[in-house]
């Protein structure tokens, strides 16, 4: 068999997914892509449409039309709610990702990022040098004295999502008013679950400030938090960006790390990731691994999901503005809209402000904004223009790429807004209310 | 214009080679996205010029083929052409691109207490260009009608690129002849809408929303002409039977309609509050006398929705039982709708098809929808056999081969069922005054001369 069609036969085996597809077209308005370009290309169904080609053996996955569209695609799944089919879209997409990229090697920036992400070193490194680049300052530094144009564009671009992983200090000069005293608690929740988290990659390496109020926020409701040494990958990266092999390397790994921990629940607060676990058994589909990944998926939960199911204990009052956005993996991919609007109930005072199109996706996508300069600009452009509009203080989304996307976002146009995971904004009013010990006030 | 708004690449071109009807195949020449309306007009000069024939395209949910590209043809795409350029509450109108899609004018009206009455199923995707071009309908339009009664004006670029305005509200009555009537419903081989006025209508004060569910679509069928007896006047009246129940049931829309159902019947009341209740209260009673095994009623908006998102999103959600999918389209007199209906099942079970039916029953609009897979090259054979026998039933029963779908290829071999040569020779003179040398969307709507 020829290599075209070896691969098309990869797809092949998942024709009988591509078959729901009757090509009624309700998932163009949803998708970001063709609404803002137009061509069915760059649609839902046109793409559906280009894999099913591969499949009858009519277009080479190295064609560059099979390349760019699949590769433009944000894999933010908005079209799977609205598909009437029930098309399982983001799991085809994974597919056609790796086999395009087998067919011919996705862009520099694109192979590097997966290659760094596949090794423990590599990663360590990476993120290392990209905390001390932040640290210094250099990032922000470097996303202010570059220009916007050419070639210096996405690494201006980039250099700002680092800078924008900085803790923002906004919320400490806004403090209650009289009145607004916290109220009375109950007896703190004793016997809460027994969890492990998943502190991640970019989590661990950029955002680890998110992993300790995560951790926290659920001892304070009775979790017991199980420390889980060797924070590893996974996998998501991987997954979503066409290299299915590491993907799966990874996730076995993962697999059997949280099984041996034996916790009731695998708490993740990065939306993305938890998409990919809560899939693990489709990751690992016919590998040996496979039952024991649907294990493991089963027992996978979103930190808001969790705390919104546990009520989360009411803190003390934190008065501010707070727009939420809803991560794509979350609410897309998870079909969890409500959690994080009920972890933000529980700081009194925080007035929470829907950003208007919060169902769609802030074109944050992994790197889409480094692979993707002028689209993914455009499309984040558009979602710092519905942030300010809510004329909040502080914005709130539960994953890390979108927290970086919208925080690069507003600091390139100099706008004074925060970005927080909102467990952040439970830990703040959690440690005002005093639910913290002082040696753990970290 | 730039590469990515004009496609050459025969690749590229491949996602182009179908509408919302997907037995047909035909990659066009190229596909052009004009982001202006100055744009749009230069393409379509450039490309007659050539002697090149254009299929204008919207969103392509069309099921009757009417965006299908034919051979040798460049497509116009509106997609981008997507803005509300005014929208006038004081005059109850609004003037908008081609590429608008129907749902978001909705939403855009309701800001000011308005809407736009014609709902077709797709409306979350169509848009009002194709809207225009195939005279769109939709559960709604028992009560509202259908697409021609809400478009006061246009300005459409015709055959070889002249650009010419059609009434507008301020001339309404119009004088001289009637050609926004004429250009809507052309199914885009008149030209192509670059500015379309529309009128809007005061949201109703009241919407109640009824459901019944019947064993059988002939009580189902019964209740609605009792409805209709009692000199009620729903907004819509619609009727699914049980395999669309438990397609609909199985997918994201699911609203709850019972999966053991033979039918359900939905009726729709809106208008001046007052009133509403004892419309309700008659037609339970219809629902009742015709069999119905249960019979609720709801003003509550999230249930509506639910019960309307499920309804309208039939079509698609027959994706999980069968690859392919043929949603054929006809009217019959309305009392003639459970007689009909036998007679299209039997047709369905004498070819071996599985056939399932949603339809607008209040105005006898009916949708059987033929499940298929197209790589069966005997089923396909099948599909086209029982396609036309149900058409000729529809047309012996005094209806006819569209409600709202428009012919676009699919019904072109049926249209001598309904019309003679002068009737078809007048059509096509009537083209041929806005698009004299025949190069939009050639080869549609019109069947091919019969030989002499």
Known sequence: MSEVGILGQALAEHADRLMPC???GFCLPACPTYVRL??????????????????????????????????RCLGCRACEPVCPSGVEYGALLEVARDVAARARPPALPTR????????????????????????????????????????????????????????????????????????????????????????????????????????????????????????????????????????????RTEVRRFLDADVDHVVVNAAGCGATMKEYDELLGGDPAESDAGALARRVRDVNELLAELGPRTGAPVPCRVAVDHPCHLLHAQGIRQAPLAVLKAVPGAEVRLVEDADECCGGAGIYGITHPEL?????????????????????TANPGCMMQIGAGLRLQGAPEGVMHPVELLDVSYRRAGFYDEERDG | MGPDHVVADPARLLVYESDGLTQYRQAPLAVVLPGTTDELVEVVRAVHGEGIPVVPRGAGTGLSGGALPVEGSVVVGTARLNRILALDPENRLARVQPGVVNSRLGVEARRHGLHYAPDPSSQSACTLGGNVAENSGGPHCLKYGVTS?????????????????????????????????????????????????????????????????????????????????QGLLPAALEIMDGASIRAVEASVYAAGYPTDAGAALVVEFDGTDAGLDEDVARAVACCREAGATDVQHTDDEGQRTRLWQGRKKAFGAM????????????TVPRTRLPEVLEEIMAIGARYDLHVANVFHAGDGNLHPKILFDRSDADELARVERASREMMQVCVDAGGTITGEHGVGVDKQKYM?????????????????????????????????????
């Open chain 1, 22 to 24: 009757v090509h009624c």
């Open chain 1, 38 to 71: 137009g061509d069915e290309a760059d649609s839902p169904r046109g793409r559906l449409h280009l894999m099913g080609a591969v499949v009858e053996g009519r277009l080479d996955p190295a064609s560059d039309a099979f390349r760019v569209h699949i590769d």
């Open chain 1, 112 to 251: 590097l990022l997966l290659r760094i992400f596949g090794s423990r070193p590599g990663r360590a490194l990476f993120l290392g040098v990209g905390a001390f680049l932040r640290n210094t300052g250099l990032a922000s530094l470097g996303a202010r004295a570059l220009p916007g144009w050419g070639p210096f564009r996405s690494a201006r671009f980039g250099l700002a999502m680092l800078a924008s992983t900085e803790r923002w200090e906004g919320l400490r000069w806004i403090r209650a008013t009289e009145g607004q005293e916290a109220p009375e608690d109950p007896a703190p929740p004793t016997t809460g679950p027994r969890v492990a988290l998943l502190t991640g990659c970019v989590q661990e390496g950029l955002y680890d400030r998110v992993n300790q109020a995560t951790a926290r926020v659920l001892e304070a409701n009775g979790c017991q938090v199980v420390a889980m040494p060797g924070g590893g990958c996974c996998g998501a990266l991987h997954a979503h960006g066409g290299d299915l092999e590491t993907a799966r390397r990874l996730a």
């Open chain 1, 376 to 396: 993914g600009g455009r499309i984040g452009a558009d979602k710092v223009r519905s942030v300010r509009a809510t004329e909040c203080e502080v914005v709130a």
């Open chain 2, 149 to 229: 009664r809400y478009i006061s004006g246009l300005t459409v670029v015709l055959g070889g690129g002249a650009v010419v305005e059609l009434g507008g509200a301020a001339r309404d009555p119009a004088t001289g002849l009637d050609l926004v009537g004429l250009f809507v419903g052309s199914e885009g081989c008149f030209g192509i809408a670059t500015e379309i006025e529309v009128r809007l209508l005061p949201l109703p004060g009241g919407v109640r929303t009824l459901l019944g569910i019947f064993a059988s679509v002939e009580d189902a069928a019964r209740a609605v002409t009792g409805i209709v007896a």
């Open chain 2, 319 to 330: 994706g999980r039982i069968a690859p392919d999918l043929l949603v054929q389209d006809a």
């Open chain 2, 416 to 452: 001598r069922l309904v019309h003679g040569e002068e009737e078809l020779a007048a059509m096509s003179a009537v083209g041929g005054a806005f698009d004299p040398r025949g190069l939009f969307n050639p080869g549609k709507v019109l069947p091919e001369p019969e030989p002499a």
